[in-house]
């Protein structure tokens, strides 16, 4: 059997963190293989807010730049696909399959994101990122003194429907049908603000994409709304994480520590999949920290064929370590 490709670092996924977290690895002159699927959360988004430098940005177009980037590293290739599974073997590296082809390395980073889950409503795909999100964080400063829709039915729905109070004029939540989980504390907190509950189903998005004129409901009525956002559930891509046997925490996210290490030794996470604010600048940072942390993890060991002589383990050496 012929043994997979072996390089420093494996990354999967290719979104900010990921290729942050490959660029850093790669500085350190460290060989990377990032595993891309192109299955970015925010792909569909017209705009992305406040980035440094770049706001608002184009969401695909920092990846392409980012791409650009890299290819300027040659310690840094890219495999498209999906990964399915990822394992140690018998030597602790971990290898990691992608569309049935094995690749190795002896660092793994994990920055897979997360998949919401999307109400069932005319024109959604349309207005996905355009004038419906699913982010308040990122996109209620457009909301301002606007009429917002919330699509969503959960109990966690109250509290972000009171987030947006911070930027909203008018907000109604429309629950797709279902009544209001939660218990009546939830809806006096609805009603001690001002913001409305309509136990209906909504339908369809009215207007164009990025000009939102209103809701419809199967009951026939229409809700004004220049925007519209949604609650209703995301999920972390922790699959492989499993495999590995990584621990999590009471949100369902991987535990790390602040340079991204996981419960395995050797296995780093960055972005979405790990707790605290899931914006783009948080994701950068932390691949950044993941990328730098698994670089260093290797000083003092020989690495895969394609790099450079190992350098010496300061710590170790000065009794540090």
Sequence with gaps: ?????????????????????????????????????????????????????????????????????????PEVAFCAGRATAARRDDEGRFVVTVDGDDYAGLRLILAMGVVDEFPEVVGFSDHYGKSIFHCATCDGYEARDRAVVILGWGAQVVAFAVGLLDWADTLTVVTEGR????????????????IGLVEDDAVELVGEPGALRGVRLAGGDTIDADLAFFSIAHRPRLELAHQLGCATDESDCLSVDRDGRTSVDGCYAAGDITPGFQLVPVAVGKGAAAGVAAAI???????????????????SELGEG
């Design 1 to 73: 059997m012929t043994a997979p490709p072996l390089v420093d670092v494996v990354v999967v996924g290719g979104g900010p963190a990921g290729l942050s977290a490959a660029t850093w690895a790669a500085r350190y002159r460290r060989s990377v293989l990032v595993v891309d699927s192109g299955e970015y959360r925010n792909r569909w988004a017209a705009k992305s807010h406040g980035y440094l430098g770049s706001d608002p940005g184009d969401p695909v177009g920092l990846l392409e730049r980012a791409h650009a980037d890299l290819r300027h590293y």
């Design 297 to 315: 993890s290797l000083q003092g060991e020989e690495g895969a064929p394609t790099s450079p002589p190992p350098a010496p383990n300061a710590p």
């Design 179 to 194: 009544p209001l989980e939660g218990d009546e504390r939830h809806r006096e907190v609805l009603a001690r603000h001002g």
